[in-house]
């Protein structure tokens, strides 16, 4: 018998099988290694259905000339996506042990945002919020439930916690239905008063003891969502131009905007990911305002690609609404984007007045091509475009400067 046969019939390793049902603990903040999981990945991109329906309304909303009710209706629904998914992503964090209940109550969530997405026309056309509430509903009941499984796991202030948790999330849930049934002028206000509880609830929760989220994979999870969700800006805008190319035969009007939209994106991906953030969510404070200030940055990036569609249907005859409406709906939602990502990043780790004026700099000359009618767009990607530029030509100059030898650095 040859080596080779002798090794055919060794008997083969199996990966060791854990039990379907294991207690719900924390898991360390100090582990290593630790990266999204596939179920993580699939609920990013199930959201992200919910957020192109959120941003086919905008357009809709936009190109009609209806830009207040609608970037209103859009804030609202945008918040109930952002904050579902986000509390899922901070408490899987902190408790992800991947079993078969942990893996249906995320299905039943993923279920939600589904049915949310399914109410988000009604919202925008007939501000009826009954199919949107049901969608939160169903996401943050799975959610409470969650908490109350870590509750029955955990000892002393750690159960405490998840249970504020849970009473917090049912509570919030009450509120909520006044979008419901209060009258169209009160829903608004009930909005507000409900994004303040619902904000609250974290730092009720944590008060006396913090979850032991994971700074590394924390930084991941958004940097991966921020990701998906400008991929899905790119597949809007494609959508529009191929559209109107086919229905208008349009492509000479339409190359300025599919161009200043590339750059932008491009350039939004690249502002983001200039540097690693996870060094800097070291306490519950700097994380939960970096954490809430991509409420922003979400649905800013998301924008962009409705205003790209806004660009594209003004620019062949489709919207009724005048050239710097259009641009308008561009360039607003990247000024955003730029100054958000500055707050929450940059400014962090820009080193002299220079490097941190860059960006807020780049947003006002953003809102500036506004003003530039059919090649605002083209205008705006280029400056973003420059903007990346300039900040990789300054990030090098300290570079040279801190690795030049002591009398080099001097005499400069």
Known sequence: MTSGSRQSTAPSRRPARSAPLRRLTARGREESHRVASPLELFFDLCFVVAIAQAGVQLVHALAEGHAGQGILDYAMVFFAI??????????????????????????????????????????FDDHDFLVVWLGY??????????????????????????????????????????????????????????????????????????????????????????????????????????????????????LPIAAGGLLIVFSAWWIYFVV?????????????????????????????????????????????????????????????????????????FKVGIAQQLVLPTTALLVICCTFLGEWAVLAAGLVSALAVVAGETLTARVVARESAPPETAAAA
Request: glycine share 6%; with cysteine.
């Open 276 to 348: 690693p953030i996870h060094g800097h969510l070291r306490s519950n404070r700097q994380a939960f305002l970096w954490g809430y200030g991509h409420y922003l940055v979400f649905a800013s990036a998301a924008a962009i690609g409705a205003g790209l569609e806004v660009a594209v249907e003004q620019a062949v005859g489709t919207a009724h609404i005048s050239t710097m409406s259009a641009s308008a709906a561009v360039t607003l939602p990247t000024a955003l984007y730029l100054i958000s990502v500055w707050a929450l990043h940059a400014r962090h």
């Open 137 to 254: 509903l169903i996401m943050r009941l799975a959610m409470a439930s969650q908490w109350l499984r870590a509750a029955r796991s955990a000892r002393g202030a750690e159960r405490t916690m998840a249970l504020r948790y849970a009473g917090g999330v049912l509570l919030c849930q009450v509120g909520w239905l006044g979008l419901v049934l209060l009258p169209e002028p009160a829903r608004p206000w009930v909005f507000l008063v409900m994004v303040v509880a619902e904000l609250s609830v974290p730092a009720v929760a944590e008060k006396a003891h913090a979850t032991s989220w994971h700074p590394h994979h924390i930084a991941e999870r958004y940097g991966l969502f921020t990701i998906i969700v400008l991929g899905e800006t790119i597949a809007a805008a494609t959508v529009a131009v191929k559209s109107a190319v086919d229905e208008h035969n349009a492509l000479g009007e339409l």
């Open 82 to 123: 952002w904050w579902a998914w986000m509390n899922f992503s901070w408490f899987a964090s902190a408790y992800d042990n991947d079993d078969a209940l942990y893996r249906v109550v995320t299905l039943v969530q993923i279920a939600g945002v589904l049915v949310l997405a399914a109410g988000v026309s009604r919202a």
